[in-house]
């Protein structure tokens, strides 16, 4: 799973989308990272917890992140 979304983060934002998985303080990957939250959970049926395990955070981290998008 992180392949493909890697693969559509480099095509739609021309950014390295490696950095989605790792500890960013940047304001626009956040963003994007929100994004990629939100569409998982509303229209892929995606569990927090299991968005959590794919972006190695809390489910908490998840819901935060979906709320604020």
């Known amino acids: 799973m992180k392949e493909i979304i890697i693969k ?3 095509r739609l ?3 390295d989308g490696n ?3 790792v500890k960013n303080k940047n304001r626009n990957i956040a963003n ?6 939100y569409y998982m959970r ?3 049926d995606f569990t927090y917890q299991k968005i959590g395990d794919i972006f190695n955070l ?4 998840v819901v935060i992140g979906i709320r604020s998008f």
């Open 58 to 61: 809390g489910h908490s981290n």
């Open 8 to 10: 559509i983060v480099n």
């Open 42 to 44: 509303h229209e892929l």
């Open 19 to 21: 950095q989605l998985f």
């Open 13 to 15: 934002y021309e950014i």
């Open 32 to 37: 994007i990272k929100q994004s990629i939250f």
